[in-house]
């Protein structure tokens, strides 16, 4: 078994990919950094693996599968023992897919449709639009805490993904904790995770690092 996860630090998916293989301790996973500045991610070797030229992607061997949200499923379904990131009951699960598909469809894409202007197309303010769709994100995430986690009473995969987004968010527009008590509580916890320490909050903030210095 090879395993390799290309990657880009400050990438909230290629983040919430690498959070999951430290929850779920995948070992013997090959960690490449993916040089977006020298154009890595457009030359011929990488676009067969994931012709969308995006991170993260995983290689297991001669197999491919890029989407950090394909690939968490397939390395907790294919390499872990673990049952509370990933549950098998299907209502259990069938809340995590519910919030992983926010992320995919709301959380992540309203971060990225801030920023990406800033990043590629040299703008020099991220329009309030953009922060409105942010805040919307928050506004729906206060919603579903419920219970002390983003699915339920237990820390899930749902919670690994909302942490990268959100925190990623939080650079762009600060949560406010008076407006969001439930969030901001939230996301106190998963501080004290040893993966966001490790991975997510070194990767937010040198994200928010870079777009601070193009708006300046």
């Known amino acids: 078994m090879v395993l390799k996860l290309y990657k880009v630090d400050a990438s909230p998916p290629a983040r919430a990919a690498l959070m999951t293989i430290e929850a779920a301790n ?4 090959e960690l490449v950094d993916v040089k977006f500045q020298e ?6 070797e990488y676009l067969k693996k994931n012709p969308q030229h995006t991170v993260p992607t995983l290689e297991d061997d001669d197999f491919y599968i ?3 949200h394909a690939i968490a499923v397939y390395l907790l379904t294919k390499y872990s023992k673990n049952t509370t990131l990933y549950p098998s009951d299907p209502k259990q699960r069938a809340i995590i ?7 995919s469809g709301i959380l992540f894409p309203n971060l990225r449709g801030s920023i990406e202007p800033v990043l590629y197309r040299g703008e020099k303010s991220i329009k309030q639009e953009a922060l409105n769709k942010i805040k919307s994100g928050y506004e729906f995430s206060e919603k579903f805490l419920t219970k002390r986690w983003i699915a339920g009473d237990e820390f899930t995969l749902a919670d690994i993904f909302f942490m990268a987004s959100i925190r990623s968010s939080h650079e ?9 008590p439930k969030l901001t509580a ?6 004290e995770l040893d993966y966001h320490k490790k991975i997510n909050e070194p990767g937010s903030v040198q994200l928010g690092n870079v777009i601070r210095s193009l708006l300046s």
């Open 26 to 29: 995948i070992p013997n996973v």
């Open 39 to 44: 154009g890595e991610h457009l030359e011929e």
């Open 66 to 68: 890029w989407d950090s």
């Open 97 to 103: 897919d519910q919030r992983l598909h926010f992320d």
């Open 172 to 180: 762009i527009l600060p949560i406010d904790g008076a407006e969001f």
């Open 186 to 191: 939230w996301l106190n916890r998963c501080k």
